[in-house]
Every structure is written in structure tokens, then in C-alpha cells.
């Protein structure tokens, strides 16, 4: 069964802090990799996506992507307690249109 | 901005009855999903669309069928609703193979009693 893992949490961090969420992937046929965050009673929301080995920055969000280790990191930098949501990891192989989501790490920051 | 719409946002049906959720997205793009979500489970692909009149079976396809008759509109059927299949049901799309982002709309709660 192919995968995607992350610690469901809750990750506690204070507000300013720098919030680090952590999955690991096991299809190493997936090319893409995204993060969705999701507010509770609400729909999952794309916040960043990354394809290749390396960081990618958008603002207060840095994602970081391991291929060789199947290892995907979100980092949020000067977290705000409106940052508190559950963080979707998903992986997705374009060839066979398996896309595979993990089961969320609730992050809250407190104020 | 991509807009998937979904016609439910709260439904209460009993058991044995036909249910249909509808999905509409404005962006003309090819691909269309259905997932359920449950606490503890995450999400789990019911069913997916890349093209008009396509459609492929996700990880849990038994009860349900779907039908995409036009580009925008992908629904779901409950042929005979369960309370089993009481559960949050998101639509998605995608523009293509490429990109792999999903956008989804609002979701349906579903209730069967």
C-alpha cells in the first residue's frame, strides 16, 4: 500500500515561532508534492506545491523536498494563530494518477 | 480564481435512498475527483474523471457510481445510501497531469439515518 505519513499532532508552537511539519512518502513513483492546509469544518486549500529536490519559498512558507530520503517538510516561518488548521501532505504520480494524501498534522499556535 | 461548487453543503437522507451530489467547476479543466473524508481516515478517492464520459474508480468505489456527462459537472450516486456512508464529500479538479493541484469545492455533509 502505497503511502503518505505525518504525525497527527497537535503541534503547539507560540506565535512568531517557526512551525516545522514533517511527512514521508513511499511510492517513489510520485513527482509531486503538495501541501493543503485545512481549517476545521472547512475544505482543504492548495498552499504550496514543489516538484523538484530542493526549497521552495512563498512568503512565511518554505517547502523542502528529499527525494532520495522520500522526505517532505512544510516550514512557517513568524506562525499566527490564524496558521492553526490541519496540514495536508499529498503526493501524486502523473503517470498513473495516484494521488495520496496524508491524514493531516493539526498544528495550533497559540497567541 | 478556480471555482468548484458543489451543490450541497448539508444533506440528511435514510437509509435506501438514491442520493445525488452535483460538482460544477468553472476553469474547463479535465480532470474531476470525489473523495470522502472521516476522522482518522483522511482522505479516500471514491472516483475520478480526466476526460467527458471517463471515469476510473478510486481506492473505495463500492455503493457509489458517478457520471460526467459534461466538462464542468462531475456527480456523485448513491444508489442506496448507507449509514456507513454518512461522511464529508469533496469534489475536486484539476487542469491537468502536469500540475497535479487540486482545487475543491466547499464539501456535502452527508447524514443517512
Known amino acids: 500500500q502505497k503511502e503518505v505519513e505525518q504525525n497527527s499532532g497537535p503541534l503547539s508552537v507560540p506565535e512568531g515561532a517557526i512551525a516545522s511539519l514533517n511527512c514521508t512518502y513511499s511510492d517513489r513513483g510520485s513527482q509531486s508534492f503538495f501541501w493543503y492546509r485545512q481549517y476545521s469544518g472547512k475544505s482543504p486549500e492548495l498552499i504550496m506545491s514543489?516538484?523538484?529536490?530542493g526549497d521552495k519559498e512563498d512568503g512565511r512558507f518554505t517547502a523542502q523536498l528529499n527525494k532520495a530520503s522520500q522526505y517532505v517538510s512544510l516550514l512557517i516561518r513568524d506562525s499566527q494563530p490564524s496558521d492553526s488548521a490541519t496540514y495536508l501532505c499529498a503526493a501524486f504520480s502523473s503517470g498513473t494518477y495516484k494521488y495520496i494524501f496524508g491524514t493531516g498534522t493539526r498544528l495550533k499556535v497559540l497567541a | 480564481d478556480v471555482k468548484v461548487t458543489q451543490s450541497s453543503r448539508y444533506l440528511v437522507k435514510r437509509t435506501g435512498e438514491k442520493v445525488f451530489l452535483e460538482c460544477v467547476q468553472d476553469m474547463d479543466h479535465e480532470n474531476m475527483f470525489w473523495y470522502r473524508q472521516d476522522p482518522g481516515l483522511g482522505l479516500r478517492l471514491i472516483y475520478f474523471s480526466y476526460d467527458v464520459k471517463m471515469k476510473e474508480k478510486g481506492d473505495i468505489p463500492e455503493g457509489y457510481s458517478v457520471s460526467r456527462e459534461k466538462k464542468e459537472r462531475f456527480s456523485l450516486i448513491l444508489e442506496s445510501a448507507s449509514t456507513n456512508q454518512t461522511s464529508m464529500y469533496l469534489c475536486a479538479s484539476m487542469e491537468g497531469r502536469d500540475t497535479g493541484e487540486l482545487f475543491f469545492g466547499e464539501g456535502s455533509r452527508l447524514t443517512v439515518l
Open positions: 514543489i516538484y523538484s529536490n
